[in-house]
Each structure stands twice: as C-alpha cells, then as structure tokens.
C-alpha cells in the first residue's frame, strides 16, 4: 500500500511565504508525475502545479511566478515553495502522485489526506 502524507500548511499573512511537503511511502516502484492540487471552500478541486520525474514542470496562471514545485525523486518526496501569497491562495491543499506499484505492477492515482494553507491578515 502507498500513502503521501503531506506537511507544512499553516496560517500566513498576505505576501507571506510557505513551503509544502509530500512524501511517498509504501510498495513504490516508480513515481511518474506528481503534483498539488487544491479545493478551496465551495470550490472544485484545481491544478497548482506539477512535475514529471524528469524535472519538467507546469502551473496555472493564477500561480504562476509566485509557487514552485520541486522533487526529490531519492526520497520520493515532493515540494510546492509557495511565495507572495494571496487571501484566495486559502484552500486545501492535496499532494498526487501518478506511480507503479512494485507488489502488482499496476499503475496508480494516489491523493495525500490534505493539509490546509490559510492566508488572513
């Protein structure tokens, strides 16, 4: 079994920063591409940003220039330096992860629990 537990959320003034973490743990053979997504309160769950395991990297416009996401592709772990932040930055913010599983072979979709990013004066 695979899990992403993710870390770092919190509560940040407007044009404060916040760094976010994802780590893959489990029956992993290979991580293909991961990403952050987030779902404010009465909203659909929306791409942040995302990243293959080759370094290739995208971003809606709405974060563009402000977020970026890296990897650490040794320790299966994920990263989203989240800068210049905005009050409709305020959501829930879940880590995904697109792999093989190394007991089935068989390729998955796998969403972390969520950790939750506030950014309130």
């Known amino acids: 079994q695979v899990q992403l537990v993710e870390s770092g959320g919190g509560l940040v003034q407007p044009g404060g920063s916040l760094r976010l973490s994802c780590a893959a743990s489990?029956?992993?053979?290979?991580?293909?591409?991961m990403g952050w997504y987030r779902q404010a309160p009465g909203k659909e769950r929306e791409l942040v940003a995302v990243i293959t395991s080759g370094g290739s990297t995208n971003y809606p416009d709405s974060v563009k220039g402000r977020f970026t996401i890296s990897r650490d592709n040794a320790k299966d772990t994920v990263y989203l330096q989240m800068n210049s932040l905005k009050p409709e930055d305020t959501a829930v913010y879940y880590c995904?992860?697109?792999?093989?599983?190394?007991?089935?072979?068989?390729?998955?979709?796998?969403w972390g629990q969520g950790t939750l990013v506030t950014v309130s004066s």
């Open positions: 489990g029956s992993i053979f290979s991580i293909n591409t």
């Open positions: 995904n992860a697109d792999l093989v599983d190394l007991v089935t072979d068989r390729r998955l979709e796998v």
